[in-house]
């Protein structure tokens, strides 16, 4: 990817007011910015200066400190200029338009979001893996997943994957090399033990894929979704869960009408538990004395949104009412489930029915009986969503891996897969066997950004915050 080094600008520091606030320069000469901002100022590079920040008449913004970086000793491999000053938004945006004032000869213009960290990779001071976790560093949600990103911001992700591309690389090289020298009839996979190099990658790349699918949970989470018929106890469930008040709760049937949202942390991984409002048919239960309970307009909307929540859901919590057991409806809601979306049956108010708290693995679906009010089962609940989450404590340095990266493990691995059934064939395939491993090392390239197209990296920093 060819970029034209143009002087860059932007307020690097998060919008709002704060003790300090940093505006970031970055270009391949900022000797003419520098002195049109500062005149006759001479920086040690990485070193700080405190003095005055001026308009072009003189007249004083800030006093803050000023730290110059030569190429390519800093974060872009550029020149970059860092003025810190006081964090008021006001403030950074007159110390901003100075400098694209100041700049403006040279060229200096505002940044797009993330390219600060696009010009970083693209100088070769960040691998795609190290910048993608630059973003993750900063939007860590939870002790865990700041600890798996600084793992893969100081490059152990990167590491692993170059060492599994070194051990293709050299088996390439062995079987292009037999391709190359036919006439020495030398029986290829026997001599050069191909096969066990092989299975040693594959099992190699089985491991790695284990890490980064943990490190994803850290990052993504699972979005958990609570459905079931009204006034069976999913808001108390998510009050339960989050150790908060959270959502309303009442006797009163259909009390929650649009989704409720709450982040919990289970073990580090995050679950986005979503409440939704209680599913029901016109007419599915009368009122004492024969009164139907009509649903009204607002209610069948919030029960629309609620189907497409399930839609859109990693884990189904399909809470049922222990007290008075299924019914025809609980049937109906089943029915409508999205197929290969993990459900849990959860049998709420056994302080009611009399039920202990359990767990109970059966064919249709794990049923777990709990009481949301009680708290009682609780714990049963959270550690079912960490099984189904594939989640272990392994105690090794997990990798906060994006989609794309396990998407390519699995090509990876599908092409390794494919390589091992031609090398069962001896040296018939070896051509065949060759491509495949020529495949396999793509795939893995394109994780630290060695075989990436110009568009996933538009995609991946355009996702950056502007100043980073």
Not at 79 to 104: F, I, K, T, Y
Not at 160 to 171: A, F, M, R, S, Y
Not at 361 to 367: I, K, L, Q, S, V
Request: with cysteine; hydrophobic share 45%; net charge negative.
């Amino acid at each position: 990817m060819i970029y034209e080094p143009i002087p860059i600008a932007a307020i690097a520091t998060a919008p709002g007011r704060g003790g300090i606030g940093v505006v970031r320069i970055s270009g391949k000469d900022l000797g003419p910015v520098i002195r049109a901002l500062f005149n006759d100022t001479q920086f040690k590079p990485r070193h700080a200066t405190y003095l005055p920040f001026t308009q072009a008449d003189g007249s004083v913004i800030d006093q803050g400190i000023a730290i110059y970086f030569k190429a390519p000793h800093s974060y872009t491999g550029e020149d970059v200029l860092e003025l810190q000053g006081h964090g008021g938004p006001v403030v950074m945006q007159m110390l901003l338009s100075r400098c694209l004032e100041a700049g403006q000869a040279a060229g200096l213009r505002l940044a797009e979001p993330g390219e600060f960290t696009q010009r970083a990779f693209l100088n070769d001071k960040l691998d795609l893996a190290q910048a993608e976790a630059v973003s993750d560093l900063i939007e860590a949600s939870t002790e865990a997943a700041a600890k798996s990103a600084s793992q893969s911001l100081s490059g152990a992700f990167s590491r692993v994957i170059h060492e599994l591309v070194d051990k293709v690389v050299n088996l390439r090289m062995l079987v292009e090399a037999t391709l190359d020298f036919p006439e020495e009839e030398i029986d290829f996979l026997e001599k050069s033990n191909a096969r066990g190099q092989l299975s040693t990658i594959q099992a190699a790349l089985q491991k790695v894929f284990e890490q980064a699918a943990q490190g994803a949970l850290l990052r993504q989470g699972l979005n958990v979704v609570l459905a079931g018929q009204p006034n069976v106890g999913k808001s108390s469930l998510l009050n339960a869960l989050a150790g908060d008040d959270v959502a309303i709760v009442t006797p009163i049937a259909g009390t929650t009408r649009d989704k409720v949202t709450e982040t919990i942390h289970i073990e580090g991984i995050p679950l986005n538990i979503i409440d939704t409002a209680g599913i029901r048919h016109e007419h599915d239960d009368a009122e004492p004395g024969g009164i139907v309970n009509a649903i009204d307009a607002v209610e069948r909307i919030g029960i629309e949104r609620t189907w497409a929540e399930v839609e859109k859901a990693d884990v189904i919590l399909h809470l049922l009412d222990a007290s008075r057991g299924p019914t025809r409806a609980d049937e109906a809601i089943v029915a409508r489930f999205p197929d290969g979306v993990p459900v849990i049956r959860v049998w709420n108010k056994i302080d009611l029915s009399g039920h202990h708290a359990s767990v109970d693995p059966m064919e249709d679906a794990t049923h777990i009986y709990l009481s949301a009010q009680d708290h009682v089962g609780i714990d049963l609940l959270r550690q079912e969503l960490l099984r189904i989450a594939g989640w272990e404590q392994t105690g090794e340095s997990l990798y906060l891996a994006r989609e794309r990266h396990l998407i390519a493990l699995k090509h990876a691995h599908e092409h390794l897969q494919q390589a091992a059934e031609y090398a069962a064939q001896n040296d018939q395939l070896l051509d065949l066997f060759a491509e495949e491993l020529r495949l396999t090392q793509d795939r893995l390239n394109s994780i630290t950004g060695e075989f990436t197209s110009d568009d996933l990296l538009g995609v991946i920093f355009s996702r950056f915050c502007i100043g980073k």
